[in-house]
RNA sequence: GCCCGGGUGGUGAAAUCGGCAGACACAAAGGACUUAAAAUCCUUUGCUCCGCAAGGGGCGUGUGGGUUCAAGUCCCACCCCGGGCACCA
């Protein structure tokens, strides 16, 4: 059969045609008569439009999914659902929009989009979790949390995005400001917020990272623990002076205690505004709480002032002043501080800077107490206490336990441990989320919508102003409604979920996408979970991420499933970035995969993309190579085009030499994909035996042509399906490549027997020997010193050692 | 400031366990085929020095030290780039 070349729009388009709507080709077996494996994959935000950033994260899932599929494994491979842009004429909407929220038209776009990229997708299943009927499922989990205490509502203190005019979550709020608008500073706001109690789990969490160890990016799991902040202290009671009160403050450091020189409060602690009782007290007090450049702390001037009130130490019985201060806060610990300057920098700068005294009571373990009134930087190590009582002479670590001890057994303060981690706010004032279920009623307070009343669906033709108050109330219908106990008049809640809700337990419902009773019923679930592979960005670190670990445990509590850690191995892949910038919707700087598909087509862009950098690491967008990608996939294509019919007798040794190098790049790949992941050597390798199969071609038996010719298009398979299963198909060769067995390396064959040793003199290559593989040490040593090259160098020296690595390397050390 | 990554040719990168640095590509230069172009194929390509040549020498993985027969890889100190966290008491 004659050569041809390789056309890969007509073969892109006759296979995306034959796979449209065969649904054994995605699709799972589920019939449990194969191990399960289950690849999940999320892209990193801002998505907007398809951008390579995307490519890149599916090329690597795909590629994985289909090569688990080839080993034995039935894969569910839904997909990231975040990653496709809304035709244009949906802009307006699309940029606050949420998959959950999406309409049918949406999907299509979405599923025009893959199918031209050629990635494999459950579309079913898919359309299933958008539906508004998802709504119900995430109202449900509502009542029940609200049942067990995992959702409340309450008055507070909350962030809020001018530019989203909604409430957002800490997790959401990205160096002061909005994770969505990068430059719009957050404000903080009072008001009635619904909450999921994400702190019932705070030890766990810690506790479970064990689990996590090895099979998530350290990087991930660090910043996880950060965000959690356990700190291991103790809260003391300073009774106020004139008055039954007391000032609950939290340390660390109770064993500085007897060096505290003032309490320190947060300008938002209820007591400050007691405590400033005259008229210019409580002006300060207010210009510190408005004040707008407390929002940025790397800047922040450490500023405060003395109430004129006074406290007592504890355990000192020592009179300290009470300031307030604007860099203590008020969600942390007790929003009161005890400052000891001589052993903490922030108190240092603040009580020098108002003159309050420093008072060392830690002295270094070799060194000698500082003197206050001179010691340049606080000393913050610990060390042995000093000039605190009774505890003096103690080393920091036994003081600080046996005063935390003290502090109990007398009653005024605890061992304590305090988080960072807060409970997640869930309330949004926006039209795209889901209703949240509850009815407020004048005398029966919040009343949950009953379930059978499920779901409460958003209306529609609401006026979305992107102002004020949530859009939901503006509608008179929606809001009115009777109480479902009393039957009274009440009022709808017109707060919607925040959208991760959605993205926290949406991947089990593929499992069980058309369940009418159950989010998912726990028995098809239990085979597919935890997820064995997620593939995501970096970016989900924090937000995505721990708001799964808290709705596997509610759903581990709800009896649905078994375990608590919802994905047994994470990767995160790196970012494509354009000009050393991450694309980004935001910055404008996306490159679209559009134009790269229609001239190179899909499975040239996935290799690009895999081939250029392995996938941890981030890569600077640059298109230079791809045609180098299109000349490999052309190369092969027009080997095996040319060859299938060709009978030839052929050469033992080319025959050898070929089935070697077959083999060989068979354990590189199969290894490869076991081990790391870097498809850029996996795809160099499958380059390698391409160009060796170029050489050999002319003596090639028709059965060895035949099995390289098949073995090489089964390889390819993960990283250009098209190609590949177009080119299975002319060999002659029935079904689905995916459906077939992935080829296993004979050693035997892939060994080579004979080997070319390098022989260093004094470590540098002098000389290459061909000898046998495995000859002895004895033998390799013996042929070595025989080169002529190296009889040569070693004249006139003295041989002082010589290192022999059988099969690797000689190195004759001479004097 | 603290915690992670990373620094290798003109470019993307490879070297997986301390053992031949630069696999595989891109780009570039030269050649074959062609009226020409495209496509394809072949050759060269880390830097540098000696030589007409065949060939040979030296240097080289951010910098400076160290360990070792042998270091891109291990140890110490430092510089630079990227990311995360940060008045968390």
């Known amino acids: 059969m004659p050569e041809k070349p390789y056309d890969h729009q007509e073969i892109e388009l006759k296979w995306s045609a034959r796979w449209k709507d065969d649904p054994t080709l995605y699709r799972a077996v589920d019939d449990g008569s194969r191990p399960r494996y289950y690849v999940l994959e999320m892209l990193p935000y801002p998505s907007g439009r398809l951008h390579m950033g995307h490519v890149r994260n599916y090329s690597i899932g795909d590629a994985l999914a289909r090569y688990q599929w080839m080993r034995g494994y039935d894969v569910l491979h839904p997909m990231g659902w975040d990653a496709f842009g809304l035709p244009a004429e949906n802009a307006a909407i699309s940029r606050n929009t949420h998959p959950r929220t999406w309409t049918m038209e949406n999907i299509a776009h979405m599923k025009k989009q893959l199918d031209r990229m050629g990635f494999a997708y459950d579309w079913d299943r898919e359309v299933s979790t958008c539906e508004p009927e998802y709504y119900r499922w995430n109202q449900w989990f509502f009542l029940k949390m609200l049942e067990r205490g995992l959702a409340y509502r309450k008055n507070s203190l909350v962030n809020w995005c001018p530019e989203c005019a909604t409430v957002l979550a800490n997790e959401q709020v990205v160096n002061g400001c909005c994770w969505r608008h990068e430059t719009t500073p957050v404000e903080q706001r009072q008001l009635e917020q619904w909450f999921f109690r994400t702190t019932a789990y705070t030890q766990e969490y810690l506790d479970d990272m064990k689990l996590l160890e090895g099979h998530w990016p350290e990087r991930v799991i660090t ?135 420093v008072r060392p009571v830690i002295r270094p373990v070799d060194g000698a107490l500082a003197d206050g009134e001179t010691m340049a930087a606080p000393f913050e190590e610990y060390g042995i206490v000093e000039d605190s009582g009774e505890w003096s002479g103690l080393a920091s670590a036994v003081a600080r336990k046996q005063m935390s001890q003290r502090a109990d057994d007398e009653g005024f303060g605890k061992a304590a441990i305090t988080y960072r981690l807060k409970d997640w706010g869930v309330s949004r004032q926006r039209y795209w989320g889901t209703p949240i279920p509850v009815i407020h009623c004048k005398s029966c307070g919040v009343v949950p919508v009953p379930e059978k009343d499920l779901p409460v669906v958003l209306p529609l033709n609401v006026e979305v102003t992107g102002k004020g108050s949530s859009p939901l109330a503006n509608v008179p219908e929606f809001v009115n409604v009777d109480c479902p106990k009393c039957g009274e008049p009440g009022r709808r809640e017109t707060d919607t979920m925040d959208t991760f809700v959605d993205s926290s337990w949406y991947f089990f419902r593929y499992v069980d996408h058309a369940n009418a009773t159950m989010p998912f019923d726990a028995a098809k679930v239990a085979p597919w979970f935890p997820v064995d592979q997620y593939i995501g960005g970096v970016t989900h670190a924090i937000l995505h991420l721990l708001y799964s670990r808290f709705w596997c445990r509610v759903m581990r509590d709800l009896g649905m499933v078994s375990f608590a850690e919802p994905f047994k191995n994470l990767f995160t892949q790196g970012m494509v970035q354009l000009n050393g910038q991450t694309m980004s919707k935001s910055k404008g700087n996306i490159v679209d995969p559009d134009e790269m598909t229609q001239k190179f087509g899909a499975d040239t862009c996935r290799l690009f993309v895999l081939f250029a950098a392995p996938p941890e690491k981030d890569m600077d967008w640059n298109e230079s190579s791809v045609e180098g990608q299109y000349r490999f996939l052309s190369r092969v294509y027009r080997f095996v085009t040319r060859n299938i019919d060709v009978v030839n007798e052929g050469n033992p040794d080319a025959d050898r030499k070929a089935l070697r190098k077959i083999h060989q790049t068979i354990a590189k790949v199969t290894a490869d994909f076991d081990n790391r992941w870097h498809f850029n050597t996996s795809i160099a390798a499958l380059m390698e035996l391409t160009n060796e199969l170029y050489s050999l071609e002319a003596s090639l038996s028709t059965d060895v042509r035949r099995q390289a010719m098949e073995t090489l298009v089964l390889m390819l398979g993960p990283f250009a399906p098209y190609a590949s299963q177009e080119m299975w198909e002319q060999m002659g060769r029935a079904g689905a490549i995916i459906r077939q067995t992935w080829p296993v390396s004979d050693p035997d064959l892939a060994r080579e027997d004979s080997i070319e040793v390098p022989v260093q003199i004094n470590g540098k290559v002098r000389s290459r020997v061909t000898v046998a593989l495995g000859l002895s040490k004895d033998d390799l040593e013996k042929v070595a010193l025989a080169d002529e090259k190296v009889v040569a160098m070693l004249d006139g020296k003295q041989i002082v050692k010589i290192v022999v690595l059988p099969d690797r390397l000689v190195n004759i050390v001479v004097r």
């Not at 623990?225 to 109770?254: C, K, L, P, Q, Y």
């Not at 709480?289 to 406290?311: C, I, M, W």
């Not at 009470?322 to 009161?336: D, E, K, R, S």
């Open 223 to 357: 910043m996880q623990r950060n965000w959690i902040g356990r700190s291991e202290g103790t809260e003391a009671d300073f009774a106020m002076e004139g008055s039954a009160d007391r000032i609950r403050v939290f340390t660390t450091r109770v064993d500085t205690i007897y060096g505290a020189t003032c309490l320190i409060l947060a300008p938002e602690h209820r007591k400050s505004s007691e405590l400033c009782d005259t008229a210019d007290l409580a002006a300060q007090l207010k210009a510190m709480v408005d004040d707008q450049s407390r929002k940025d702390p790397e800047n922040l001037e450490k500023a405060g002032f003395f109430t004129g009130h006074y406290a007592t130490n504890p355990y000192s019985g020592q009179r300290t002043p009470i300031w307030v201060g604007n860099f203590v806060l008020m969600g942390y610990g007790t929003g009161a501080i005890m400052a000891v300057p001589a052993h903490d920098e922030r108190d240092f700068e603040f009580c020098r800077k108002y003159g309050i005294a």
